[in-house]
C-alpha cells in the first residue's frame, strides 16, 4: 500500500494517495447501500485499472472492512466498518433528533420522507419515513450515498452553501454526474439558482422518471443536512409545492432548535458512561 505508483490522472502516489484510493472504493461499495456491488461495478465506478482494484478488495476483505458474498460475488461493507461505527460517538446523533419530525411530516403529506446528510462531496440518506399514500416513491434506503445534486436532499444542500462553495463541488463531481442521464454541470447550476430564488429545490423526473421531490437544507448558517419529501409527480403540482414547503420549514426550526440544544448541553460531548 505505500508503494509509489502513477494513477490514471498521472499524479505519483504516494502512501496518502493510497490511503485516498482506499476510501473512494469504500465510498463507491458503500453506494449501492445494502445491495452491493461486483467486481466490474467497482472497477468501472471507481476507474482504478482491474489488477489494481482486485488486490486492493482481496486486502479490504482479509481486513475484515468488506465481505464478499460467495453466492452473488457482490462486495458489501464488512463487520470491521460496523465495529468503528458503533465506538465513533458523534456530539449528537442527527438522525434521531430529526425523527419525529420525519414522521409528523410524513403522516401530514402522506408521502415519503428523506434525511439526507453530507459528507464531503455526497450526500448520504441516514434516515426515512412512509406515508401513508398507496404509491410511495421509494427512491433510497438509508445509506445510499450520491454526489451533491443528485435528488433533492443534495440539490438543496447545494442552494444553501455560498455560490463558490457550491460551485467548486459541482466542478468537483462532474464526471460522476455522467452516470445519471439526466444531469450535467449546466443542469445543476440552472437548478440551483432556481432553488436558491424560491426557497427550496424541486425536481420532477430527474433522477427517478414520474417521481417528484422538494427539499430544504439546514441549519441556515452551515448546511449540513436536508429534508426532502418525494412523491409521485402528480402530486406536488405548485400550489402543493408551497404548502409542502412551508410545513418542511416549520418542521426544520424545530430541528434546529433541538441540535442548539444537543450541542450546548454538557452531556452531548461526554464520551464517558
Known sequence: MNESKTSHYGVSRTGTQSIERVVDVLRVIASRGRRGMRVGEIVATSGLAEATCFRMLRRLEIEGMIDRDLHSKKYFLGPLLHEFGLLAKPRYRLSELCDGSLHRLADLTQDTIYLSERSGLEAVCTNRALGDYPIKSLALDIGIRRPLGVGAGGLAILCALPPVDAQAIVEANAHRYEKFA????GFLQDAIADGRERGYCFLDSVVTPGTASIGIAFPPDNPVAALSVAA????????????????MQREIRKIVAAIVV????????????
Open 182 to 185: 439526466s444531469f450535467s454541470c
Open 232 to 247: 409521485i409527480s402528480m402530486r406536488l403540482p405548485p400550489e402543493r409545492r408551497e404548502a409542502v414547503a412551508q410545513h
Open 262 to 273: 444537543s450541542t450546548a448541553s454538557p452531556e452531548a460531548g461526554s464520551s464517558d458512561t
